[in-house]
């Protein structure tokens, strides 16, 4: 029974999802919060995998999204490429973005680790916003279309509604999670979680941790990319302050507090992260000393993220219902 | 003047403020392999209360600085025990805490202060320096001057008092300074305070200088960041060398290279430099890491 | 998970009540600026101007369209210079407050993420500050802009400057959508300033000595500075302490007497800068809105609020030109074809949305006032710019 009731919840969860603009009709600006959630739980997967799972704390990831957004950018509007075949090719140019930049990154550890990517990242948006002819610079680059029509039983099924697109962000979205919890459970997984408890020693087995490490990265980078294109394709535009280094900082909270190395820590952190400021918005200018202070308190008292707290309650409750059974 | 000795000469002047925000960072990751990532807000708060001491306490520009970096001190001391201290060991949730502890802060002094940059004016800094054909303020003359002390001071302190060893001491291993009955609380939490005395330091300084406002610590985070990491994280000569290359580089590249690329060719030497020598310029290589 | 979703959905649903009995008595208007953040300065200006209008407003009862009088409020979004958030600030504008007309921002990138929306909903959306171009080229017939463009800023400007003769003309300038877009677009325009020096700093940045230094062995004659009003002080004064002898060209957003309390007259005497209105010009619009700016504000109008306070005063005579306060696509008609007389001049969309007024170029004194120079027909005396 209890191997059944987290799939079974699962299935209830996607159901509701899936039938959320059904229950939502006539407050799109509910489907709005909820697009904008899984656009930043899906770079926050990516992101997951290589701090929650092996330990690398990026300050550069947004920055991969913002090269995949502008990649497809260039492609639909300049090259003239449909969505979908842009949306591959950015993935695919994120991931090997992020293979290249990895290479270098993964020289360094821990905190000289994480300042570097930050360099990275900031000499990427240097990029995006200063190589006007291609970027269209830091004015941003307008006009990036939502996905041509799709034909679903002999009917158009356009992207421009929103409720139309939040199927396509929340498809991609389960797809991401499904990934995701394929490559934690597989054999890949499994040595990256041996690196991450002892690299020393995973090295002593015969594992290359460095072309594990780089690997995750670019999966990381790729799965951001992904993100970024359905970003600009939701906003219909791309600028560097959506991949600024705030942004990239902004990624590394969404992960750690929705409780790094779990499955659901993104998907919890991006929902916590659009939808607190949005309880707060009446609180103006304090509304982000609340959420700072918030977040100091998270992990002073919840350092397992929300994943972390739901799980306690989780095994609270169960102890509880099997000692009240007994 | 030689356009690039101008340049150099411009670099060094800019590179002594990255090396006094470096100071108070280097201090902090030697003795607690912490990266304060707050340290930009810090910086920011020290210029802004130094503001606050001069303009609405008592006119003398020497006291609001010291007021200010103890201010500081006493918040450091506060952070230390109530934040850092607690989540030793935990990388992740001590970076975590920094960004908390930087969005609360900065838009802390933007509620009190508002969004609008204020002036910092101390006449008697005010008045200008020619050097060739370069013309500086005393007060930019004077920031040198300070963080040269500092380092001075730093040195000696670290090297020929009692409790200066102790900070080496515990930089080294906490365990065995433990053992040696060393009081590591004592050290971590002072360590801890004096950066943020120096953070305070260098906003106070900053201030005259340029405008106190809500982002002044953003930039110079960053470049402090760089600067100690182009140094060798622990290392405080490490952070001179780092802080004066960055700014060298950053205005020297300006004779030759677009420069809105700027800082991403600070960041290409950095990175260039530290993939030759990944422990950086002054720092130890340590025994099991490659 | 499903508890938050939940929540939300009943929390919008009560704002949706909450907005519907509102709108029986009064009118809320949609405003998007930057209050927090890097771009929080210039947005004080913007909502000064937006506030400006709305009280002068309501002292005569409202807007009156169809026999009533609508009290004006003002429903105020920070959009933090963020794309994402102005996305948010519009959708949330356009379904939730269900408001008629949205005005504001101040970045050009957060701009094209709001206009898209505004098509969705048929909520006309009307531009004060941002200046890039592209915003009125992509076919949205519900985007509109008050305020002059880069391209007409620096076609004036070059102008201008072409008659000067100042050759070669170097740049110091902000790194982002005003900055950038300035100096690209005066290089294209003037050919003394094709192969000037560029000096890009990021916002934020506050030391120039090196971009000072590179003017300095360059034989500029003049610098042309693309920032704001905070930077731009310093620019100026490391400028001038340099002992650069070069001629200052500056922007509108240097515009408040903020900006000439932070440096003394003498170091600004000469430099010239092109406004979107001459705060102290006699015509009475002018004076009229300088005055009860200053009243108000304690300080001189700034060329952002003054945009602002006509882009409401449009959308107020729009909506009674249409008979509506609620119907977005009525007032879009409207607005196509309104006439409006603001302190910045007439104010006249063109097919794309964008209006048309004057630049003017004004002139700093050594006495602290300034005078009109450009356009020919609007020259004027020290204390008239």
């Given at each position: ?8 919840a699962l ?35 990516g ?39 842009a949306?591959?090719l ?10 290249a ?7 360094f550890r ?10 990275f ?5 240097s990029?995006?916003n ?39 962000v929340?498809?991609?979205?389960v797809?991401v ?6 490559v ?7 040595i ?31 799965i ?8 600009v ?13 705030a ?44 959420f ?9 008292f ?7 707290v ?15 059974a007994? | ?6 340049q ?26 912490v990266?304060?990532f ?6 920011t708060?020290g210029?802004?209360l ?23 001190g ?6 230390e025990?109530?934040?850092f ?12 805490a ?11 002094v933007?509620a ?52 200066g060893t ?16 060393i ?5 971590h ?39 100690i ?27 030759f ?11 290409v ?13 002054f ?8 | 998970?499903k ?15 909450a ?16 209050l ?7 947005g ?5 101007g937006?506030r ?15 026999g ?13 210079a963020?794309?994402s958030e102005?996305a ?9 407050d ?9 970045s ?20 004060t ?9 992509e076919?949205?017939?519900y985007?509109?802009?008050?305020n ?10 070059s ?47 506050v ?8 003017i ?5 004659q ?9 930077p ?11 002992g650069?002898k ?31 209105f001459?705060?102290n ?23 952002f ?5 006509d ?11 249409a ?25 006249k969309f ?18 602290g ?5 450009y ?6 005396a020290?204390?008239?710019?």
């Amino acid at each position: 029974m209890a191997r059944i009731a987290p799939w079974l919840a699962l299935l209830v969860l996607l159901t509701a999802l899936y039938a959320m603009p059904h229950f939502a009709a006539g407050q799109p600006y509910v489907l709005h919060l909820l697009i904008l959630s899984m656009l930043y739980a899906i770079p926050a997967v990516g992101l997951n995998l290589m701090l929650g799972y092996v330990g690398l704390v990026s300050l550069g990831h947004m920055a991969f999204a913002g090269f995949g957004a502008y990649v497809a950018a260039v492609l639909m509007v300049d090259v003239k490429i449909g969505f979908w075949s842009a949306l591959a090719l950015a993935t695919l140019a994120s991931g090997a973005a992020g293979a290249a930049i990895g290479v270098v990154c993964l020289r360094f550890r821990s905190h000289f680790f994480m300042i570097v990517t930050l360099a990275f990242g900031l000499m990427l948006y240097s990029v995006m916003n200063n190589w006007d002819s291609v970027t269209r610079g830091a004015a941003g680059f307008a006009g990036i279309p939502r996905p041509a029509p799709i034909a679903v039983g002999g009917e158009s099924f356009p992207f421009g509604p929103l409720d139309h697109f939040y199927l396509l962000v929340l498809s991609a979205a389960v797809l991401v999670f499904a990934l995701q919890r394929l490559v934690v459970h597989s054999d890949f997984g499994r040595i990256l979680a041996a690196i991450r408890q002892d690299e020393r020693l995973a090295r002593a087995r015969g594992v290359n941790a460095l072309l594990y490490k780089t690997a995750v990265f670019a999966l990381g980078s790729a799965i951001a990319g992904f993100g970024g294109v359905l970003q600009v394709s939701f906003l219909r535009v791309a600028a560097p302050a959506s991949f600024s280094l705030a942004e990239s900082i902004n990624m590394v909270l969404i992960v750690i507090v929705g409780g790094a190395g779990t499955l659901s820590g993104p998907a919890l952190g991006a929902l916590l992260f659009v939808g607190l400021p949005e309880y707060l918005r009446a609180a103006q200018e304090w509304r982000l000393v609340v959420f700072g202070v918030l977040l100091v308190a998270i992990t002073l008292f919840a350092p397992r993220g929300l994943a972390g707290v739901a799980a306690d309650l989780w095994r609270r409750i169960s102890s509880r219902r099997a000692q009240a059974a007994s | 003047m030689d356009a690039l000795l101008e340049q150099i000469i411009n670099g060094l002047m800019m590179g002594s403020i990255y090396v006094l925000v470096a100071l108070g960072m280097v201090l902090i990751y030697g003795v607690m392999q912490v990266v304060n990532f707050a340290h930009g807000v810090l910086f920011t708060v020290g210029g802004y209360l130094a503001y606050f001491f001069y303009t609405r306490l008592f006119p003398s520009y020497p006291l609001a600085v010291l007021l200010s970096m103890g201010s500081l001190g006493i918040i450091g001391f506060a952070l230390e025990r109530g934040v850092f201290r607690p989540l030793a060991g935990n990388l992740r949730n001590q970076v975590i805490a920094s960004l908390g502890l930087i969005l609360a802060i900065e838009n802390l002094v933007v509620a009190i202060w508002g969004p609008n940059a204020l002036q910092f004016r101390v006449s008697a800094t005010d008045v200008l320096v020619p050097v060739g054909e370069l013309r500086f303020s005393v007060q930019h003359l004077a920031i040198i001057g300070i963080t040269l002390a500092m380092v001075a001071a730093l040195g000696v302190f670290l090297k020929y008092t009692r409790f200066g060893t102790a900070i080496r001491a515990t930089s080294q291993s906490r365990e065995a300074a433990m053992v040696v009955g060393i009081p590591v609380e004592r050290v971590h939490w002072s360590s801890f305070a004096i950066g943020t005395a120096l953070a305070a330091l260098g906003g106070a300084l900053i201030g005259p200088l340029f405008l106190v406002f809500p982002q002044m610590g953003d930039a110079p985070l960053v470049k402090g960041l760089a600067a100690i990491l182009l140094g060798g994280m622990g290392s405080v000569p490490g952070a001179v060398a780092g802080g004066m290359i960055l700014g060298v580089v950053e205005s020297v590249s300006t004779l030759f290279l677009p420069t809105d690329y700027r800082d991403s060719i600070a960041f290409v030497v950095m990175v260039a430099i530290l993939l030759v020598r990944p422990q950086g310029l002054f720092g130890r290589r340590m025994r099991g890491e490659d | 998970m499903k508890k938050s979703i939940a929540a939300s959905a009943l929390g919008a649903l009560a704002l949706v009540c909450a907005g519907t009995a509102w709108a029986q008595n009064k009118v809320t208007l949609g405003i998007v600026t930057s209050l927090s953040g890097q771009m929080a300065a210039p947005g004080v200006f913007q909502m000064n101007g937006f506030r400006l209008a709305e009280e002068e407003l309501n002292s005569g009862g409202g807007i009156s369209v169809g026999g009533r009088k609508y009290p004006v409020e003002l429903k105020v979004y920070d959009t933090r210079a963020n794309p994402s958030e102005g996305a948010s600030a519009m959708q949330r504008l356009a379904t939730v407050d269900k408001v008629p007309i949205v005005l504001g921002e101040l970045s050009s990138g957060v701009a094209a993420a709001i206009a898209p929306i505004a098509q969705d909903y048929s909520v006309p959306f009307i531009l004060t500050v941002p200046t890039g171009p592209n915003l009125t080229e992509e076919n949205n017939p519900y985007v509109f802009r008050v305020n002059a463009n880069n391209l007409q800023l620096n076609r004036a400007l070059s102008d201008f400057l072409a008659k000067q003769g100042w050759s070669p003309i170097a740049f110091i300038a902000w790194n982002n959508d005003a900055g950038r877009g300035g100096v690209n677009g005066m290089r294209e325009l003037l050919p003394a300033a094709k192969n000037g020096y560029v000096g890009y700093f990021n916002v934020g940045e506050v030391d120039f000595s090196s971009h000072i230094s590179n003017i300095r062995n360059s034989k500029t004659q003049a610098v042309m500075l693309f920032m704001d009003e905070e930077p731009g002080s310093l620019a100026i004064k490391q400028i001038r302490d340099a002992g650069l002898k070069v001629h200052l060209i500056g922007t509108l957003a240097m515009g408040s007497d903020r900006f000439l309390k932070r440096l003394d007259a003498q170091k600004l005497d000469g430099m010239v800068q092109y406004n979107a209105f001459p705060p102290n010009a006699s015509a009475p619009r002018i004076k009229a809105f300088s005055q009860r700016y200053k009243a108000k504000f304690g300080e001189e109008a700034h060329g952002f609020a003054a945009q602002s306070y006509d882009g409401l005063m449009v959308a107020a005579e729009a909506m009674q030109k249409a008979g509506t306060v609620t119907d977005g696509k009525a007032i879009r008609e409207a607005l196509t074809k309104i006439e409006h007389q603001g302190v910045i001049g007439t104010i006249k969309f063109d097919r794309k949305g964008q209006a048309h007024p004057a630049v003017y170029v004004t002139q700093w004194c050594s006495n602290g006032t300034r005078r009109i120079i450009y356009p020919e027909s609007a020259k004027g005396a020290c204390g008239t710019g």
